[in-house]
């Protein structure tokens, strides 16, 4: 936004006094738009984020991961952020009809929704199962054509190296329920996810019967809508993430919340 000031300037009586007068408007003028900022920050007075409550990252009274992240990031321009939980497919609608601004966080992404270059989270998944029914591990070849079981939406064939069967089920608990009652194959989550799931399990079993091995590596990313507001929106903050990785900033947040520290700088 380019704020100019307009005043009734008199003829000044000689070219280098309208020399003087032109330059010192100029420099004013300048100066005014430096303090403003850029057009996008006075624009955008809050950010709306969407995505369901994690343990740890979108924590029900406003802690984690993901909230700390976003508030830190849109603070560097005097933005504040709301959050609305939603299931994933909830959060993909509400971010495609622009009734938010952006989804935490997925690892694909398909239109009308593009996917921030920065990730707010980077880790390895693993998958829990019984060593009995499964026999020795021998990489992801121990999984081709077996049933792998995940939280809606969050997996997906292109996460595993060779054929497997995908079947979404309620939630880790449930999952993990399966897998220990024989119902199934895999159970795939991230570790923290599954760490949470058998703390919630009230199913007793005996741990040398079972094993958790890793399955992938893959990073997590906010999707936004194409709109000139989502784009500004997505560009605000991989250009925030960045001055936080630069500056110091972020990396006490992910070991706060005992997690990795992405590799932003190949990112």
Known sequence: MNI??????PEPPSRTGQFAARAG???????FLFLAGP???LEIKEVISTGQSWESFTNLDGTGLYHE???EVFALYGIAVHHEYANSDRAEELVTRNQADMMLCDDVVKPPLVMARYPMYENAYYVFFNKDRIGPWRDGEAM????VLSQPGYYAQLNFPVPVNIKYVANGTQALGMILLGRSDFYVDDMVFIKASIKENTIVYDENEFDIKQAGVRSYHPL??????GKTVMKLYDEGMMKLHQSGKLRPIFKKWGH???DFDNH
């Open 144 to 147: 081709r054509g077996k049933t």
């Open 69 to 71: 992240i976003l508030n």
């Open 25 to 31: 408007s100029a420099i004013l003028s300048l100066f």
């Open 224 to 229: 936004f809508n194409t709109s000139p507001r």
């Open 39 to 41: 057009a996008w920050s």
């Open 260 to 262: 990795p520290y992405p």
């Open 4 to 9: 100019v000031m307009i005043c009734d300037i």
